[in-house]
């Protein structure tokens, strides 16, 4: 079954790996209320260590810059 227009949502992700480095970037568009959710992101993973970092950008109907979100973290595997 479809799903009504406004629930309706548009993924779309590109992403590139070297070796140990993977970068990315995501959009989630709504068309319905012209409103979008970007990423960018870039890890890098050495032996049991990773380290990752993303920007989140949240664009609002008017097309206005709503909130930046950056996050940075360092994890170790197990």
């Known amino acids: ?3 009504p227009l406004q629930q309706r949502n548009v993924f779309l992700r590109a ?3 070297w070796d140990s480095y993977t970068v990315s ?3 989630l568009w709504q068309p319905a ?3 979008a959710i970007s990423t960018i992101s870039t890890s890098w ?3 049991p260590w990773l380290l990752a970092a993303s920007v989140r ?3 609002g109907m008017s097309g ?3 909130r930046q979100l950056a996050i940075a973290s360092i994890e170790r595997s197990f």
Request: glycine letters at 10%; aromatic letters at 10%; proline letters at 0%.
């Open 33 to 35: 209320s012209r409103s």
């Open 25 to 27: 970037a995501d959009v």
């Open 1 to 3: 079954s479809a799903e």
């Open 45 to 47: 993973k050495h032996g």
């Open 15 to 17: 992403a590139q790996n």
């Open 57 to 59: 950008h949240y664009g």
């Open 64 to 66: 206005t810059y709503t």
